[in-house]
Structure formats: structure tokens, C-alpha cells
């Protein structure tokens, strides 16, 4: 059965950090990007930051850039993501996306969130 499973949110203060991590079974997760997006309430949600199967490229929000970093251990089917100096506009439920190839067609995997929340 394919899982994505997101932990490691909870509430801190300005300037705090947290580690995310996004575990995953039933899927041939080290031949699959893997990225994070947040949503807040009222807005969409929004990348954060992505990363290649191979882990050689990363992309990140301009928002996020020089505090967060994504990363991916394929040997323990996880991604993690890093976030410093968090700010109260960081607060969303931050969801972990698997996107990857099954047979011809692109697939994607969801998560079902972990929610953070910076205080002021």
C-alpha cells in the first residue's frame, strides 16, 4: 500500500527551527522526486522546496531560501526538511508530494500533512 507519512511539525516561536520528515512505503521511492508544499489558511498551497531522485538538484521558494533545506535518505525512504529561523508566515500544514514514473504515466503521491505554527 503506498504511504506518505509527514511528522515533526508543532508550535515554536520566531526564530525557532524544526525538522520535518516525509516517510515512504510502497513505492520504488529512490526513482521519485520528492517535494514539499505548505498551505495556510485562505491561500493555496504553495511549493517550498523540491529535490531529484538522484538528490543532485534542489529548488526552494524564494521565501524559504537560505532557512530551509530539503534533503532525502533513499535507504530509509525519507525526506527531510529543515527549517530555520522560522518566521510567523511559515504557519501551514506542510504536506510531502512523491512524483515519479509507473509504467508510462506521471504519478503523484500525497501526504497527509503536518501542521506548524510560529508564534510572534
Known amino acids: 500500500q503506498v504511504q506518505l507519512v509527514e511528522s515533526g511539525g508543532g508550535l515554536v516561536q520566531s526564530g525557532g527551527s524544526l525538522r520535518l520528515s516525509c516517510a515512504a512505503t510502497g513505492f520504488p521511492f529512490s526513482t521519485y522526486a520528492v517535494s514539499w508544499y505548505r498551505q495556510a489558511p485562505g491561500k493555496e498551497r504553495e511549493l517550498v522546496a523540491a529535490i531529484t531522485s538522484a538528490a543532485g538538484s534542489t529548488n526552494y521558494a524564494d521565501s524559504v531560501k537560505g532557512r530551509f533545506t530539503i534533503s532525502r535518505d533513499n535507504a530509509k525512504n525519507t525526506v527531510y526538511l529543515q527549517m530555520n529561523s522560522l518566521k510567523p508566515e511559515d504557519t501551514a500544514v506542510y504536506f510531502c508530494?512523491?512524483?515519479?514514473?509507473?509504467?508510462?504515466?506521471?504519478?503523484?503521491?500525497w501526504g497527509q500533512g503536518t501542521q506548524v505554527t510560529v508564534s510572534s
Open positions: 508530494d512523491a512524483e515519479g514514473w509507473k509504467i508510462d504515466s506521471i504519478v503523484r503521491y
